[in-house]
């Protein structure tokens, strides 16, 4: 068995939305729509602007170097599989880069069926159709001695979360309201416990890393 | 005019909730009704060790006095007048102990009429009955040089921030899911600005500090 460990890591508005309104497979096309793509840009802002995601993306040198560019560093090469929502993955096959930014095999929960889908750089999505222990079973043989991490979406987390699955998750508080869209946080069972590992302040974004007591 | 402050300062579990379900009047009586009471003391878990928070609601000697117990005296110690909701103040009516822990005017926003209710040891609770602006101009006449709280709950908070009448806030993230209750963002209007001012952690709790942009 793998000693990976199962984890997700995502940044959240302060009233606790991972995604805002209007960020799914309707509205794509739409950025327009609540201001879905500018209200994700402000959540997101602390990454555009950190070198290792910038190089990952391909998106331009240059970037910021400081301790939230080695989070996201760490982050990413502790990453042996990740696991994902089918909406996720449906606006991610949208708007990724040919090179898929994970460079690994993703799991995909869905109920379609669908073979492989092979891209450059290593990314590999495999479509899982039998649920969160499935995925889990195939992420930790395909993990190696790294870590899995639960890309999101809120759905995904919250199941794996209240499954007592979850060995830790880091919060990247960034400070922007929402009002609507998609809580990290709805529906966790309050049984579910957890203490700080960490918290690191940096000017733009407070990442505070929990382990979850089993 | 005052140059005083407004800020709230809030304990919030991991899901965003300032008080658990059920602590309310109606379950005063009923610390067993959805474990209220435990969720609570948990939330407030950090504070109760705190020698600075024990000394005012003269429990015992002793606390701890790091730096959790710095940041306790010094928003103590900074505010000159507390505004509060009906809901807050009914249950705080049962369970603050005679001398009140605020030794300063209180301001309740409710519906009621009364007459000021004094308490041993400096706090005055003045009844309103014309909406948060009219206390707000009551407190900024009675805070003198010092800071303005906004003690709660959720709604009188949110009322405030909307309005953008906020200049600060700090939230301490305690590392407990609730699951449901009263939620401090609902409803938040997302045109609200804020820039983190401070982050600071301890073993059990994440302070963070937020100023509002006008």
């Known amino acids: 068995m793998s000693k990976s460990n199962l984890f997700f890591d995502v ?3 302060l009233d606790g ?11 794509a096309n739409d950025p327009e729509f609540k201001q879905w793509m500018s209200q994700w840009t402000k959540l997101q802002n602390w990454v555009f602007q950190q070198q290792f995601f910038r190089k990952n993306l391909k998106l331009s040198d240059g970037g910021a170097t400081g301790s939230d560019n080695r989070m996201l560093e760490e982050t990413f090469n502790r990453t042996g599989v990740s696991i994902m929502g089918k909406r996720m993955f449906e606006l991610g096959e949208r708007f990724w880069p040919e090179e898929a930014p994970f460079h690994t095999p993703v799991f995909v929960l869905t109920h379609q069926v669908r073979k492989p889908w092979e891209r450059p750089g290593g990314t590999t999505f495999h479509f899982i159709n039998d649920g969160i222990d499935s ?15 639960i890309a999101g979406g809120a ?14 998750f880091t919060i990247h508080y960034s400070p922007v309201f929402f009002g609507h869209g998609a809580q990290l946080f709805s529906g966790t069972n309050k049984e579910v416990q957890v203490k700080i590992k960490q918290a690191v302040a940096s000017k733009e974004v407070t990442h505070i890393t929990f382990g979850v007591e089993m």
């Open 11 to 13: 940044a959240a508005s």
């Open 17 to 27: 939305f991972i995604a805002p309104e209007g960020m799914d497979l309707a509205h």
């Open 135 to 149: 995925a889990l079973g195939h992420a930790r043989r395909a993990a190696g001695n790294r870590d899995i991490r």
């Open 155 to 168: 759905n995904v987390i919250q199941q794996y979360l209240n499954a007592g699955l979850v060995d830790e």
